[in-house]
T-cell receptor
Framework: GAVVSQHPSRVICKSGTSVKIECRSLDFQATTMFWYRQFPKQSLMLMATSNEGSKATYEQGVEKDKFLINHASLTLSTLTVTSAHPEDSSFYIC??????????????FGNGTRLTVT | RKEVEQDPGPFNVPEGATVAFNCTYSNSASQSFFWYRQDCRKEPKLLMSVYSSGNEDGRFTAQLNRASQYISLLIRDSKLSDSATYLCVVAWGNQFYFGTGTSLTVIP
């Protein structure tokens, strides 16, 4: 089945540094990638939608200059958390539908990145 | 009004019980429906798609009621390993909308 590989799975960084999270679709072309954030005991929150070759669309309240998204190829999307602060500590997850599967594909999730900013 | 409404629970049920979750959705043009399971500190995993005629996978049954705009998930003979958060997802166009998730704990 369709697989999305997300790296790193866990990262601890110091306040002020930047962290890049990669999501790769391994056996399908991810023309769209959704990026979510989830705080403990809360629901998934959509941060942004990236489409290959175009600018990402950010949800209200998500700073596009802080959360840089690049989707330069059909199999790779990256999220960079710039100048991270402790309040950015969260679980970040990407997901993508397999548009080539026909019909409306379910979302295939990466295994998440747990970011801790100290 | 939210696109998808889901009772957050929690549901605490004994082993062997039958439990049902519902989600309502606001857009009658919704095209596809899914149930996901999310374990603590893990990513959601697809449990099953929901088809118009209803579908079953072992102890799990999913149903869609387009007239009333809701989907349901029924779990029979609950196991301890069923303890998790269950998310409904509704898709239309290029968008996917999530319920808040329902927490299930199966008690020995």
């Amino acid at each position: 089945g369709a697989v999305v590989s997300q790296h790193p799975s866990r990262v601890i960084c110091k306040s002020g540094t930047s962290v890049k999270i990669e999501c790769r679709s391994l056996d399908f072309q991810a023309t769209t990638m959704f990026w979510y954030r989830q705080f403990p005991k809360q629901s998934l929150m959509l941060m942004a939608t990236s489409n290959e070759g175009s600018k990402a669309t950010y949800e209200q309240g998500v700073e596009k200059d802080k959360f840089l998204i690049n989707h330069a190829s059909l199999t790779l999307s990256t999220l960079t958390v710039t100048s991270a602060h402790p309040e950015d500590s969260s679980f970040y997850i990407c997901s993508a539908p397999d548009r080539g599967a026909g019909g409306v594909s379910p979302l295939h999730f990466g295994n998440g990145t747990r970011l801790t900013v100290t | 009004r939210k696109e998808v409404e889901q009772d957050p629970g929690p549901f605490n049920v004994p082993e062997g019980a039958t439990v049902a979750f519902n989600c309502t959705y606001s857009n009658s043009a919704s095209q596809s429906f899914f149930w996901y399971r999310q374990d603590c500190r893990k990513e959601p995993k697809l449990l099953m798609s929901v088809y118009s005629s209803g579908n079953e996978d072992g102890r799990f049954t999913a149903q869609l009621n387009r007239a009333s705009q809701y989907i349901s998930l029924l779990i029979r003979d609950s196991k301890l390993s069923d303890s998790a958060t269950y998310l409904c997802v509704v898709a239309w166009g290029n968008q996917f909308y999530f319920g808040t998730g329902t927490s299930l704990t199966v008690i020995p």
